[in-house]
């Protein structure tokens, strides 16, 4: 030990006072300064949550504030009239009454014109007209432009409620309530109602139930749905998965397992990195000029003969709009892909190139069964974005209204964001309901998604971990 | 790190079998690292040779240098000349997937792959069938975690 280094071992043993540490006083103020400032990034980094759980409880709040609530609705007929008058009973509902009565205040309320009309479309009764002779029908059936309801099976209960209801009662909306309203000011309302709208009657609505999931998109608030905006965005994120996929894994095993390190592979490398965050609005440019103009042959299905002339989108398809969305999340799943290749031990090529396995042999029977659990975790979190993806669309020109839905690659479509967007866009109020409801079908929808997606990955994990 | 500088060392081998791999002034690097210098060596066929060493002076360089393992490593380079039954396995015109399909290797830490351990044990076998006609015993149902 040199004479230095023993100095500094005895000074390292001396007292406490001389090795400067305060004590007393001083001690106890550093203490409470220390946990002061302990205490303030605590309160600071629990504030950061109560943020973000208040923002949380503020979304879910105003979606089912809008969801649900009071509604006044005016009838031409009211329901319960045409119970006094046709049923039997005072206390039933439409709803409760058999299917004959049903039909016979159908008959009541309508032109013969009209019920001849429905009737021809589909029949009530399988052994019995209401609105034609028997001659009529026969006539009617016979020669090369029969009427639909010679083939058809008769009408259900449902149906027929529906046609009383877009005939006879046609209920109107004519104002909305917000749930909160509804809860706390019943009164209010039904004062109000009273004054504005004497022959209103106010009730409980949901605007999320069976029918607007079910109905297409229409200009009537209360018969309004989002089928064909759901079918619409299936059809896209499928377009997009079954493209994206297979291209970005194969480019992060290209990237990651053969491509050397050099000048070009760099290069891409760091363009893929900034694609990643190039804002969608561009790829929705890219989609446009690319897609829906130059390949308009392929993405219209006329090159193929796909569609008859009046019903294509001009390249404004679901094929158009799965391209572009498949481009926007491609760098996206490249990256994590990689991520995830980059994970699996290097020992596991080399213990596989060691047996005499090819390179591709040992990628795929030991590198990509390691990462893909990796590499379909980023492919769900890009997919559940294209869900939600709204302005490339509207560049690439996503129909706002639209009654059809799509059939295939090559129809026009919608996506649930855009007929949101589209609702919350209307004056009305009810439209504002209908945008709400549409929010919750889309949450439900990317929830559903996520969940079966993170099922089949980790049944996958199993089998092969 | 030390250096590996082997003369020719006895060998023992059991009976008149002529050499499986033979090395000669072989130097490998790993980028201006000279790791291994001048190593000439005799492996005889049908027989056990072992290769001491204190840790870090090369032996593992030397056997991944006889199945090309080390061509996996992008630095690393080989010098000199190393034969396989009298072939230079470093000549152009040989594939390493064929060196190691004759050449195999076991490496210190046990490495084994996220599968059963039959397809751990068959998979070395499978990807070389056509190499030797081999017949894999029935699968049975025992995958790798249980026996841990």
């Known amino acids: ?465 | 790190m030390t250096t590996l500088t082997a003369t020719k060392p006895q060998t023992y081998t059991n009976g008149n079998s002529s050499l499986a791999v033979e090395a000669q002034n072989m130097h490998v690097y790993y980028g201006d690292f000279r790791a291994v210098k001048n190593v000439s060596l005799d492996v005889p066929e049908k027989a056990i040779t072992a290769l001491i060493g204190p840790s870090g002076c090369g032996k593992s360089t030397v056997l991944r240098s006889f199945n090309r393992m080390n061509d996996l490593v992008s630095t690393a380079r080989v010098e000199g000349s190393i034969f396989y039954h009298g072939q230079d396995i470093y000549a152009d015109n040989v594939d390493p997937v064929e060196i190691r399909r004759r050449i195999g290797m076991v490496f210190q830490k046990p490495n084994p792959f996220s599968k059963s351990i039959y397809d751990n044990v068959a998979w070395g076998a499978k990807i070389n069938r056509p190499l030797a006609e081999v017949t894999l015993p029935q699968e049975r149902d025992c995958t790798e975690p249980q026996l841990s």
């Open chain 1, 1 to 465: 030990m040199s004479q230095e280094q023993h100095e500094n071992f005895n000074k390292y043993h001396e007292p406490e006072p001389h090795l400067g540490y305060p004590s007393g006083p001083q001690l106890n103020t550093q203490i409470k300064r220390r946990k002061r400032r302990g205490w303030i990034w605590y309160v600071m980094l629990m504030g950061s949550l109560i943020i973000a759980i208040l923002a949380l409880i503020a979304l879910l709040y105003t979606i089912v504030n809008d969801g649900f609530g009071l509604i006044a609705v005016e009838y031409e007929i009211e329901p319960s009239q045409l119970v006094k008058a046709f049923g039997d009973s005072q206390d039933k509902i439409l709803e409760e009454l058999p299917t004959p009565i049903l039909v016979d205040i159908l008959a009541e309320h309508i032109s013969p014109g009209l019920g001849r009309r429905i009737e021809s479309e589909q029949r009530f009764f399988a052994d019995e007209l209401v609105f034609f002779t028997p001659e009529q029908w026969q006539k009617g059936c016979a020669g090369d432009s029969a009427y639909a309801g010679c083939t058809l099976p008769v009408r259900d209960e449902e149906n027929i409620l529906l046609l009383i209801e877009e005939n006879v009662t046609v209920p109107n909306v004519v104002a909305v309530w917000k749930l909160m309203d509804s809860l706390f000011s019943r009164a209010d309302i039904e004062q109000e109602v009273l004054l504005k709208y004497p022959a209103a009657k106010v009730q409980w609505y949901s605007w999320i139930n069976w029918d607007f999931i079910t109905n297409p998109q229409s200009s009537v608030p209360e018969l309004a749905g989002v089928r064909t905006a759901i079918l619409g965005s299936l059809w896209v994120v499928f377009i997009t998965a079954i493209i994206a996929f297979p291209i970005g894994v194969g480019a992060a095993i290209y990237l990651e397992e053969y491509a050397t390190d050099n000048q070009l592979n760099r290069i891409l490398q760091t363009n893929i990195n900034n694609l990643a965050g190039v804002p969608s609005i561009i790829y929705g440019m890219l989609g446009l000029a690319v897609f829906v103009r130059a390949l308009e042959g392929i993405t219209s299905g006329a090159l193929f003969g796909a569609v008859d002339a009046s019903a294509t989108g001009n390249g404004r398809t679901v094929l158009a709009a799965g391209l572009t969305l498949a481009l926007l999340i491609l760098p996206i799943i490249i990256i994590s892909a990689q991520e995830s290749l980059r994970s699996v031990p290097n020992s596991m090529r080399q213990g596989g190139m060691a047996l005499g396995a090819t390179k591709w042999q040992t990628i795929w029977a030991h590198v990509l069964p390691n990462a893909m659990p990796g590499i379909l975790t980023g492919t769900i979190l890009s997919i559940s974005r294209t869900l939600g993806e709204t302005a490339p669309l509207v560049v690439v020109g996503a129909s706002t209204f639209i009654t059809t839905d799509p059939t295939g690659p090559f129809s026009k479509f919608t996506t649930l964001p855009i007929q949101f967007y589209q609702w919350t866009s209307r004056p009305q109020p009810e439209f504002q309901n209908l945008a709400a409801a549409a929010i919750v079908v889309l949450l439900i929808l990317l929830l559903t998604l996520n969940a079966s997606a993170i099922y089949l990955r980790n049944r996958f994990a199993r089998r092969t971990g």
